[in-house]
T-cell receptor
Framework: DVKVTQSSRYLVKRTGEKVFLECVQD?????MFWYRQDPGLGLRLIYFSYDVKMKEKGDIPEGYSVSREKKERFSLILESASTNQTSMYLC???????????FGQGTRLTVV | GENVEQHPSTLSVQEGDSAVIKCTYSDSASNYFPWYKQELGKRPQLIID?????GEKKDQRIAVTLNKTAKHFSLHITETQPEDSAVYFC???????????FGAGTRLFVKA
């Protein structure tokens, strides 16, 4: 079974803090993604990566950055957390284009 | 870029009835259309997908149809059961194949 593991299930951070969300996949997938899930808005793509050290902006990259130093790990960074970044964050990976995406269990981030 | 619209946002059916969820997309070059199911508190998981060279695909009680001319695709669930209650997301993969855009989701309630 493909496993996509996110480092935390719940996080509470203060406004202005730098926040790291970590994601690891164990199936040697090329592509990795970070989504944000909000009620009524579905899953919105923040950033994705199709290779080590490669990154591409999704639809809502403002306020976020990413890092992919190793193939299996994709990190999402909130440089200065704000309350409007309170959300559920989902990491996903896929082997090739046009194939199934496997999701992590999600990190519910609350910024106070 | 690609835009995916999904309707309805909420759907309530009686156990045993059929449920239909509809999606439209904007990029005529999109060629991969997955559907994900997310049960309460769990991660989204692929339930069925269809590629642009196919008009219909079935898997037991689930079927997906694709009309490329009209740029819409639909999920059909027959003989619904309480365990079908979940949020369903349609998606379309952009040209180039790395960026999957999701609809806003449909919350399906199946009443026993």
């Amino acid at each position: 079974d493909v496993k996509v593991t996110q480092s935390s299930r719940y996080l509470v951070k203060r406004t202005g803090e730098k926040v790291f969300l970590e994601c690891v996949q164990d199936m040697d997938h090329e592509n990795m993604f970070w989504y944000r899930q909000d009620p009524g808005l579905g899953l919105r793509l923040i950033y994705f990566s199709y290779d080590v050290k490669m990154k591409e902006k999704g639809d809502i990259p403002e306020g976020y950055s990413v890092s992919r130093e190793k193939k299996e790990r994709f990190s999402l960074i909130l440089e200065s957390a704000s309350t409007n970044q309170t959300s559920m964050y989902l990491c996903a990976s896929s082997f090739l284009e046009n194939t199934e995406a496997f999701f992590g269990q999600g990190t519910r981030l609350t910024v106070v | 870029g690609e835009n995916v619209e999904q309707h309805p946002s909420t759907l309530s059916v009686q156990e045993g009835d059929s449920a239909v969820i509809k999606c439209t997309y904007s990029d005529s070059a999109s060629n991969y259309f997955p559907w994900y199911k997310q049960e309460l508190g769990k991660r989204p998981q692929l339930i069925i997908d269809i590629r642009s060279n196919v008009g219909e695909k079935k898997d037991q009680r689930i079927a997906v149809t694709l009309n490329k001319t009209a740029k819409h695709f639909s999920l059909h669930i027959t003989e619904t059961q309480p365990e079908d209650s979940a949020v369903y997301f349609c998606a379309a993969e952009e040209t180039g194949g790395f960026k999957t855009i999701f609809g806003a989701g449909t919350r399906l309630f199946v009443k026993a």
